[in-house]
């Protein structure tokens, strides 16, 4: 999914999962080496059944270490 988003507004996923988060309120702490990749996620905005589509993919898993 976010394959074919990143193709539809020619970013990356990572670009695609990174502006989901800052859509939903979310701060992300990208890991990214190319900080101009980070910031770049704020000159689009998927919406409706895509935005559907990208929180539909959760699994209810931590990807972080928990303390």
Known sequence: MPQNLAR???KNPAQILLRWNVQQG????SKSKNPAENIAVFD???EGENMAALGGMNQNRRTGHDR
């Open 8 to 10: 539809k507004y020619g």
């Open 26 to 29: 979310i701060i992300p702490i």
């Open 44 to 46: 689009f905005a998927p």
